[in-house]
């Protein structure tokens, strides 16, 4: 029998409490070559990150995880010119890649790291991040515990494992022996969560002075923060709230439809609501939006204004939703018949216990509402972008039938869908994210000087996202037969070269295994 896991109301009443079980770690690497003396990516067009467009052929040299030098190698169509290559060095490395296109490593800035109610293993949800040129995550609760979690970032960092680098964010107040009901304790508890490590804090919320002084004393010491404002707290403190003590990132939407009300403080939750009744929870919040300031407001424009003069980020995590607004098409996505496994296919039917999965009576009103809600909601996403705001790309995979790696890259897609360029999409899931997490110097573009962290793929991102998807995008030839194209060819983290499509096989196999293993075959809820 599944564990019941009301996971919000979990953190934000019991953060107190030991973290719930732990999921296996990743094994010991045995993919990826490298890093190299020398690695020259030879003939590539390159979309750097920076908002740049594309420019290519270019020769790109990594010298162990660095990246040296960027060169110019001709025109596009025109035959390059050997003299103006980068010369290989002896017993250095080089890739063909002529035609193909390069990327920044994309950045997942709501990557949670399984759970033992999901059934997943480290190994199988870093390798779909990485077959999805994903090399950065931020863990947004460190939910299998901040000394797992920083195990795992470690052995990372130091290429042990075949992992994205990992930011561990511990949710606020976690293994608190009491309850955090003081500023004083607030502070203590921020101050010893840095000591042991933590790059930062998820928030859900507290008492208004906790959180002020949380905040302030996380930024004081230099970490960063995040937070789901959920509703158990949101009408006594909200994003702007957030924002003025010190937040660097509100995570989803909750929060901010409340700083935008203009005609009450509390959202019209029906009388026989229940927030711990998830189909109560999600279903009322599909009406938010419409309850908030309409766009481009007086107050509307006032509470952009000033989380943009604040370099506020959002992190809208779209792609969590998606199913909200078309269910069918969530639960149909070709990729759960060959990547998910049967746990988390099972973790994702409708559940009176399992987090997420709230399709107790879920249908054409629900789907309406939330399509209106997406349309507004995008409408501030946008704006807040198009006024200089910051906007990254997060996943929260894992849950309401979003699987690790392929819900991210539905997350670019429906950034796009709001209006974003597809090279302002890039930037998000690269630059942008490298910058909220502190990390720009080092990650986030393909800049002389950065780390080499890649990814390479054959079609062209751009004029398709979904070729970003590990199985690609269809295409038909011009003999009228159907291919994929596309799928990421290479990610290369630290100037470590991985196979995507092997990391991706391997990650069918342990499904497979699974499936064998338990004879499950995966059958739409319902049906017999």
Known sequence: MRQKLQFLSLFVCLAFTAVRAQIPKAPEKKEGDGPYTQLIIRGVTLINGTGAPPFGPV???????????????????AAIDPARRPVLKQGGKELNCEGMYVLPGLIDMHGHIGGKEQGTPAEYVFKLWMAHGITTIRDPSAGNGLDWTLDEKQKSAANLITAPRIYAYTVFGQSSKTPITTADQARAWVQENARKGADGIKFFGARPEVMDAALRENKKL???SCCHHAQLDVARWNVLNSARAGLTSMEHWYGLPEALFTDKTIQQYPLDYNYNNEQDRFEEAGKLWKQAAAPYSEHWNKVMNELLSLDF?????????DANRDLQRARRAEWHEWYTLPSLWQFYEPSRQSHGSY???????QEVEW???????????????????RVTAGSDNGFIYETYGFGYIRELELLREAGFHPL??????????????????????????KLADLVVIDANPLQNLQVLYGTGAITLTKENKVVRSGGVLYTIKDGIVYNA?????????????EKQKTGWQLKQPGMQ
Not at 59 to 77: A, F, H, K, L
Not at 426 to 448: C, M, N, P
Not at 501 to 513: E, F, P, R, S, T
């Open 222 to 224: 230099g970490l960063r």
């Open 371 to 389: 399509k209106n809600n997406y349309r507004l909601w995008m409408t501030f996403v946008n704006e807040y972008k198009n006024r200089g705001g």
């Open 59 to 77: 020769d790109i040299v990594v010298e162990q995880n660095r990246i040296v030098q960027i060169q110019t190698v001709g025109s596009p169509g």
């Open 359 to 365: 399709w107790h009576h879920w249908g054409t009103e």
């Open 313 to 321: 980020t959002l992190d809208p995590t779209f792609n969590i939703y």
């Open 501 to 513: 499509k092997q990391l991706l096989a391997d990650v069918k196999a342990m499904v497979d295994a």
């Open 424 to 449: 302002e999409v890039i930037r998000s899931a690269t630059l942008y994210g490298a910058q909220a997490l502190g990390a720009d110097k080092e990650i986030g573009s393909v800049e002389t000087g």
